[in-house]
């Protein structure tokens, strides 16, 4: 039964990428690292980390005077796959796609969904006011304010998919890891620019998502997809 479960797997389709549920991401919520066990809470406001926080969110808004990266920390608010994965195509060298790289997107789409899961116990724990709401002024992307304004800050949810998305990336083009990483990086520091998150948060994102990057590598099902994955791109990267 297993095998055959880890053959459907492999030879997944464009047509076959799972429905976005958690019925169909890797693990659960609660088999995932619990962030508030084992990950600080968020710093005191009248902590020494709390004026590093503050110091940064004025670095962001330094950031962005120069257009070309306020428009990268804007292009970095999507959250859809497809989208996700034609701005990481070009560190990665291929253009990722459901389409032309199915067996990539299916371990790209599930894969980083669930790592997402993860920040649901530490938002709802600790309701972290976000940065634009505390000083009352505007973001990059004032059409999401109202809708964020009650969402728990910490840890940045945007950054677990970025940060998951890089190192799923890295796994299958090793060779392209230290653009896709940069570009990771860099997706976390966007939420710091555009004024809807802490530094503190990002920070936490990266080592959340590294978590769950681990807990993956115990399940057999995602083991089957990455190794679909890195064949295709085997495949793909032979025929340039």
Known sequence: MLAAILFASINVSAQTIVPLDENAMY???????????????????LSTQFVYDVTQYMWGKTQREDPQRAQQAIDNVVVDVAEMAEQFSVPFGMEISKEKTPAIFHVLYRGMFTARLAARKPKLAYQRMRPYVRFQEPTLIPE??????????????????????ALLLCEINPDAQDAILKLGYEWGQSRVI???????????????GSAVYARLHTNPLFLADMAAARKEFARLKAKK
């Open 144 to 165: 999401e304010e109202e809708s964020l304004r009650n969402n728990g800050s910490y840890p940045s949810g945007h950054s677990i998919r970025g940060w998951a998305f």
């Open 27 to 45: 693990f659960t919520a609660d088999e995932l690292p619990d962030a508030t066990v084992w990950l600080p809470a968020p710093p005191d406001t």
């Open 194 to 208: 555009v004024g809807y998150h802490w530094q503190s948060d990002v920070d936490a994102s990266r080592l959340l």
